[in-house]
Each structure stands twice: as C-alpha cells, then as structure tokens.
C-alpha cells in the first residue's frame, strides 16, 4: 500500500526526508516481530545505534495497536546493512525480529 490508508504514515509525516527512490530501495529496512507494546519512539531507541535514522514508523491496527511490525529509514545503505547484520534474529522483548530491506518501499514514500 501507498500513503496513509491502512495504518501507514501519510507521505511527508512525522518530519519525514525525501530520497530519492533509488537510494530510499537501499536505506529503508522493515522490522518484523516488533513487541506489541512497542511505538515508534521505541523503534527509533532500539535502532539508533546501527546509523542516522531519517524516518520510523511502526503499523497499527485501525484500533491504534501496533500490528508488529515497522520501517526505518537510514540517511544510508551501509547504516542500513549495519542494522539488518546487528538486528536481524536478535531477540526483542521476547521475540524475534525479522529485519531485511524493505522490498515494496511500503508506507514512507
């Protein structure tokens, strides 16, 4: 999906930085397996440390809980990489994260 429709950031929220699509394909991760009390603030502390995060979002229900999953955006692909090689199969709050490229761009266009 695109926009702001079903639980995604409307383009331009929270302060969000434009790239282009190229380089965003290389920068913007997807977070799966997120805790179900986490929001996005959490998901910016918990990804910090692998580079410059540009944008994060975490995807809600139409309720407001978080659907467990979410996207952070680096200002580059090697902050990108760090956090897929730190991040990925790392245990969060008792689960564990699923964390890769996002391939579809969805949701912080």
Do not use: W
């Not at 929270?14 to 603030?41: N, S, W």
């Not at 994060?56 to 692909?77: A, E, I, M």
């Not at 760090?82 to 949701?107: F, H, M, P, T, Y």
Request: glycine fraction near 18%; aromatic fraction near 6%; include cysteine.
């Amino acid at each position: 999906f695109r926009g702001g429709g079903g639980g995604g950031p409307p383009h331009g929220a929270h302060g969000d930085v434009d790239l282009p699509i190229e380089l965003k394909r290389q920068c913007q991760v997807m977070v799966h397996g997120l805790p179900f009390a986490y929001d996005t603030p959490m998901l910016r502390e918990l990804c910090k440390g692998c580079g410059e995060i540009l944008n994060v979002h975490v995807f809600k229900d139409p309720q407001g809980r978080n659907r467990g999953y979410g996207l952070v955006c680096y200002s580059t692909p090697q902050a990108a990489q760090v956090a897929i090689a730190q991040l990925n199969q790392a245990e969060c709050g008792g689960r564990i994260l699923s964390v890769g490229l996002d391939k579809k761009l969805g949701g912080m266009q």
